[in-house]
């Protein structure tokens, strides 16, 4: 009988270890409940990460020294993407994508079309789309993989966001944060699913930062490191799968001494709109603080104002639909080149390939493409597919200059003494003229 309990004593020594490491530790379950958005920390950074957290070599030192390892234009859909045809690419690939289809918004959409409207929507580059696809579930080029679920191609595993369109969506969120936040100076830390923060590296570029931080969503630290830079890593998968980034990246996207064109406000002189939204994300969490709002005084409600939206500059109308109309500025008919203003929540919209000159229609004012409570229209700026927020380039409308206020979408308009506050309703001080 002794003997036997030895022996059970010796069992259970060499097995509590091994269990230990496979129950749900505390630590574990409340990296579940991490919130969606990144954590964007904007005090000074710590000198090393977390407590008792070090990067590991070699790929450790590869993340904290090599800085640039994923180029700008290879994130936003920039110039690097001309020409780029995602319904061939997806067609010839002969993947699972190119047979799937998904109901988005009450439209059955292919796969292809589904990765082309993210791109378009949010300027995110549709090659690295299909990229971050290919790498996490293999559906372009084969089948879905077995250990992985339809549900969740990219693999978030959020019950609330399932299916091609959410989880690419949600991705790009990501991106983006982890974009225009190093852009704008604001992203100085990781924070992952198992509760460990790390340093972003000084010298990463905003290309860099994207890729760092959607992984950082998608993976525990450990794994994270490997992933991206490791011999199976996605930088080496993608170049072999799509070709090496830096041979066509587009650097840099926006030029130092860059300066907005000429712009008029977006309708008719003699007419009075009121400032409804001051700067707000450009489209989408992650983007800038860049749009405004202007609204009709029509008292339409959601439907079609009887006022007209105009051309603020003369241009080519790029692409129209859902809502949305792209002037593309410099004329070539191509969102991922030069100035290009977003007008959202536009009905009755001029078609693609439309010239115009400043002051010509371009649609009414809606509620059209987005939440919205009453017929306004969203005004958005790019320059080589990079949103463009207060803090980078001035936005000036004849002559009214748009201020930020304390919080998204407040603020005010100034031109010389005369001044609009934003204001949802419409109140008085927020009427705005040519």
Known sequence: ?????????????????????????????LARETPADLEIVTQAPAATASTDVALVSPLGTELAQQGEIFPD??????PAALGFD???????????????????????????QIVQRIAD??????????????????????????????????????????????????????LSQGYYGERAGQLSQLVFPDGVSIDLPANANPGTAALYALFSRLLPFVDWQAAITGPDGFIRF?????????????EVLSPAGLTQPQLDLPFAAGETWAFTGGPHIDWGVGSPLGAI??????????KPAPQQALAAASGVVARSERGALALDLDGDGNEQTGWVLIYMHLANRAPVGTRVAPGDPLGNPSCEGGNASGAHVHLARKYNGEWLGL??????????????????YQGRLVRGNQLATASPSGMQGSSVFR
């Not at 234009?73 to 920039?78: G, Q």
């Not at 709002?293 to 959601?302: K, V």
């Open 1 to 29: 009988m002794r003997n036997h309990r030895i022996y059970l004593a010796l069992v259970l020594v060499w097995l509590l270890p091994a269990l230990a490491c496979n129950l749900p530790s505390r630590a574990r379950m």
């Open 293 to 302: 709002d202007l609204a009709p005084i029509a008292g339409t409600g959601c």
């Open 121 to 174: 929507e949010t300027s995110t580059n549709p090659r690295l789309l299909l990229g971050l696809l290919e790498f996490r579930s293999g559906w372009v080029f084969g089948q879905p993989r077995a250990d992985s679920e339809p549900e969740y191609p990219l693999g978030f595993e959020n019950p609330a966001i399932q299916g091609l369109d959410a989880e690419l969506r949600l991705a790009v969120r990501y």
């Open 391 to 408: 803090d980078r380039i001035p936005f000036v409308l004849s002559g009214w200059q748009v201020e930020a206020g304390e919080k998204p």
């Open 86 to 112: 995602v319904a061939s690419v997806v067609a010839s690939a002969g993947g699972y994508l190119s047979t799937y289809t998904e109901t988005v918004d009450d439209e059955t959409m292919s796969g292809a």
């Open 73 to 78: 234009s290879e994130v936003v859909n920039s």
């Open 238 to 250: 993608y170049t072999a799968r799509f070709g090496d980034p830096w041979q066509r990246a587009v």
